[in-house]
């Protein structure tokens, strides 16, 4: 069975520090893999996807990059981490139109 | 664009009675997918129920069934005999047939009273 995994799970980082959050996909191949953003309280935003290797979509423009150096392998990142890129960060996979959400990483930025 | 719809920011219902949860959506095209979506404590997203619209037949998974009414673009979520696990964050979504984006809709926080 697939299952999908996020670390890490909680971080606490300083304003303009880099970041760096890892997402990897078990038991499938080439699927589309996408990263969300959810503030407290509130409904997921899109902020990249992927439908294979080294191809990246964003969907808004922000402080925020992605890459996908393997199959199974989704990162996001960021050089300088801003106060409003706090929040839970929820990666998710699919091979037809169904979703699957990994367990997030609570980001808080001081 | 697309836009969903949960006008219920909150509803609570008594253990073991049932509970509907309203979504609308707003789309021009015809072929799509529908979801419902659960968020508990722990804040994972768990898929609880799957739309295509060309079915006609509303969905069910256990104690959960879907009301599809695609001319009225309407699609919510009923629980039946409802436990204290189902207390969550209840999303709506919607997926176009041709794009990947999945449009969610603001949630709707479920209170289960013992």
């Known amino acids: 069975s697939q299952t999908i995994h996020q670390w890490p799970a909680t971080l606490v980082q300083p304003v303009g520090s880099p970041l760096s959050l890892e997402c990897t996909v078990e038991g499938t191949s080439n699927p589309n893999l996408y990263w969300y953003r959810q503030a407290a309280g509130r409904g997921l935003q899109l902020l990249f996807y992927s439908v294979g290797i080294g191809q990246i979509s964003s969907e808004v423009p922000q402080n925020l990059s992605a890459s996908r150096p393997q199959d199974r392998q989704f990162i996001l990142s960021s050089k300088k981490l801003l106060l409003s890129d706090s929040g839970f960060y929820l990666c998710?996979?699919?091979?037809?139109?169904?979703?699957?959400f990994g367990p997030g990483t609570r980001l808080l930025v001081l | 664009a697309q836009t969903v719809t949960q006008s219920q920011p909150e509803m609570s219902v008594q253990e073991a009675e049932t509970v509907t949860l309203s979504c609308t959506y707003d789309?021009?095209?015809?072929?799509?997918?529908l979801f419902w979506y659960k968020q508990p404590p722990s804040r994972q997203m768990i898929l609880v129920i799957r739309?295509?619209?060309?079915?006609?037949q509303n969905a069910t998974e256990n104690r959960f069934s879907v009301n599809f009414q695609k001319a009225a673009k309407s699609f919510s979520l009923k629980i039946s005999d409802s436990q204290l696990g189902d207390a969550a964050m209840y999303f709506c979504a919607y997926r176009s047939r041709l794009w990947v984006r999945l449009t969610f809709g603001e949630g709707t926080q479920l209170t289960v009273n013992p």
């Open positions: 789309t021009s095209e015809s072929d799509y997918y």
């Open positions: 739309q295509e619209a060309y079915k006609q």
């Open positions: 998710a996979w699919s091979v037809a139109e169904t979703q699957y």
